[in-house]
Nanobody, 124 residues
Framework: QVQLVESGGGLVQAGGSLRLSCAAS????????MGWFRQAPGKEREFVAA????????NYADSVKGRFTISRDNAKNTMYLQMNSLKPEDTAVYYC?????????????????WGQGTQVTVSS
């Protein structure tokens, strides 16, 4: 089993920044691709970003490209999501997710392990 715990969410004004963290414990973190998803009120959960096991491959949703940066520190068993130029439409619960494979996926079905989520609220 892999346990994932998100942190770093909060309330921020539009144009501001937040950095989310996802701490992993349990089975090996460094040989897994990881991703971030989000779910806004009344909407389905959607893909945000993903990173391969070694960080060489990264994918982003079009809505966050150029504003969000995904990264990981395998020595710390932690993944990050740096969110800049935040918009009210970024308001959602953000979930960390882990795969059982080295390389990324953009579909929820490609991820087996999930955190509980952290709330991000962007005020206008």
């Amino acid at each position: 089993q892999v346990q994932l715990v998100e942190s770093g969410g909060g309330l921020v004004q539009a144009g501001g920044s937040l950095r989310l963290s996802c701490a992993a414990s349990g089975r090996t973190f460094s040989n897994r691709a990881m991703g971030w998803f989000r779910q806004a009120p009344g909407k389905e959960r959607e893909f945000v970003a993903a990173i391969s096991w070694n960080g060489d491959s990264r994918n982003y949703a079009d809505s966050v490209k150029g504003r969000f940066t995904i990264s990981r520190d395998n020595a710390k068993n932690t993944m990050y999501l740096q969110m800049n130029s935040l918009k009210p439409e970024d308001t959602a619960v953000y979930y960390c997710a882990g795969r059982s494979y080295l390389y990324t996926a953009t579909s929820q079905s490609g991820y087996y392990y999930w955190g509980q989520g952290t709330q991000v609220t962007v005020s206008s």
